[in-house]
């Protein structure tokens, strides 16, 4: 069974940084690209950051471009996000996910496996 679980999540005041990881396991049949999501309540679901399974590919929502970014752990089952310089409106819960093949794509759909979340909150 496929198994997403992100760490890293917390509060922080804006300006701040954090980081959050991904681990994925039970998933060793293919190559995938792995994403980044996140939802704050009552939105819809927004695509952040995906990183293909080489890691040389990365695609980066504008609305967190220069100051978000993704990489792939030294073991490829691993995914981080680096958050920078945030802004309240950067709370939501934020979704790790792979998906079904190598190449980087920002499509929800194009994503089969999907972890809890993690909660981030920014302060003003």
């Known amino acids: 069974q496929v198994q997403l679980v992100e760490s890293g999540g917390g509060l922080v005041q804006a300006g701040g940084s954090l980081r959050l990881s991904c681990a994925v396991s039970?998933?060793?049949?293919?190559?995938?690209?792995m994403g980044w999501f996140r939802q704050d309540s009552g939105k819809e679901l927004e695509f952040v950051a995906s990183i293909s399974w080489s890691g040389d590919d990365t695609h980066v929502a504008d609305s967190v471009q220069g100051r978000f970014a993704i990489s792939r752990g030294n073991a490829k089952n691993t995914a981080n996000l680096l958050m920078t310089r945030l802004k309240p409106e950067d709370t939501a819960v934020y979704y790790c996910?792979?998906?079904?093949?190598?190449?980087?794509?920002?499509?929800?759909?194009?994503?089969?496996?999907w972890g809890q979340g993690t909660q981030v909150t920014v302060s003003s």
């Open positions: 039970g998933r060793t049949s293919i190559s995938y690209a």
């Open positions: 996910a792979a998906a079904r093949w190598a190449g980087v794509t920002s499509q929800r759909s194009d994503f089969d496996s």
